[in-house]
């Protein structure tokens, strides 16, 4: 019996030396960092008097894809366009992207590749350089770069952001144009976590009035192509300051925008349950984009053999299921509860 003991004993000590060293080298690597999501959103006057600048942008910064659109406008100059983002980095105080100037800008800067540095700091300021290759000016993006042409924003404002991405429902960001009398501008990133954690901001510019003020939205919801999410004008703005605002942007054509008033809690209840703007208005100019991740609708779970409140129909298309799930519908086929139980728990 002892020789036995001691065999075992020195077997599982042999083995206990096989296992000991990879144990310990997992023991001592560092955990995979959160993913995150970084915006980037302005509406910014660059400069005073007769070479004023007007900068507009909203961005994403994601490891699956950057993606934004710049405005940008210097009056003096004749010089006007919209582009498309085609990189992107973020932070909490601030943001680098490029974009290619398009080709319905005028030829003298039609081609350049610009790239911005923008800094949320007090005051925000913006910057900028050509870059002579589009791989030089992603790498002005990705390492950071000292700009030629530097500014203070001296009306407007910019917000620059990152944050982990778990738990993100979905996200929208537009740069969009919109009304003929007043004309009117919106910039916003939002971003959709559910009930509790929702964040973002719009830069709202009246052009007519002027004017331009700068907003959180607490509270986001984010489906089927369309986005909602609400704010309260701040103060400095006479009768608008304190107002509630529920936005609803949606992808079509054209994308569309617009609002309602109503006070601070209905404002919410609006953009969680859906609604009707009272103002709305087809996009003239610029874009938004609505990217929905996953929905959540809540869930039932219980041990049941039918029920008059359990009941199924078949659906023509995935598109139709989808839809009945969201906005309700009545079973073809319905049952009467006969035993057991269920449970229906919304977040």
């Not at 030089?136 to 390492?143: F, G, I």
């Not at 949606?250 to 609604?275: E, H, K, L, Q, R």
Request: hydrophobic residues 45%.
């Amino acid at each position: 019996m002892r020789k036995v003991l001691t065999f075992m004993s020195a077997f599982l000590l042999g083995l206990s030396g096989l296992f000991m060293a990879p144990v310990m080298a997992m023991a001592d690597s560092a955990p995979s960092p959160a993913p995150t999501i970084g915006c980037a959103v302005g509406d910014a006057v660059l400069g005073t008097g007769g070479s004023v600048q007007h900068l507009t942008f909203s961005m994403i910064d994601r490891s699956s894809g950057d993606r934004g659109t710049v405005s940008y406008t210097n009056a003096s100059a004749a010089i006007a366009y919209n582009a498309s983002v085609m990189a992107v980095a973020a932070s909490n105080s601030g943001a680098r992207f490029a974009y290619t100037i398009p080709s319905t800008a005028p030829a003298s800067v039609s081609g350049l590749i610009i790239v911005w540095q923008v800094k949320d700091s007090s005051p925000d300021t913006a910057a900028f350089s050509v870059a002579a290759t589009a791989s030089r000016a992603l790498t002005m993006v990705t390492n950071g770069f000292t700009p030629s042409n530097s500014y203070t924003v001296s009306s407007g404002g910019l917000d620059t952001a990152t944050t982990s991405s778990t738990g993100l429902r979905g996200y929208t960001f537009g740069n969009a144009a919109f009304g003929t009398s007043p004309r009117q501008h919106l910039a916003f990133a939002v971003l959709d976590y559910g009930p509790t954690m929702d964040t973002g901001v719009a830069f709202y510019v009246n052009l007519d009035m002027p004017v331009l003020y700068e907003a959180a939205t607490p509270v986001v919801r984010v489906a089927y192509g369309q986005a909602r999410f609400d704010y309260t004008i701040p103060a400095g703005f006479g009768g608008l300051s304190g107002l509630s605002l529920a936005r609803k942007v949606a992808n079509g054509t054209p994308d569309t925008a617009g609002f309602s008033v109503a006070s601070s809690a209905t404002a919410a209840a609006m953009v969680n349950a859906g609604f009707t703007p009272a103002y709305a208005y087809g996009i003239t100019g610029g874009d938004l984009t609505v990217v929905q991740l996953y929905v959540l609708l809540g869930h039932a779970t219980g041990g049941v053999w039918f029920g008059p409140v359990v009941g199924f129909s078949v659906a023509s298309s995935l598109t139709a299921a989808r839809w009945m799930v969201l906005h309700g519908f009545t079973p073809t086929n319905q049952y009467t509860v006969t035993h057991g139980n269920l449970t229906v728990h919304m977040p």
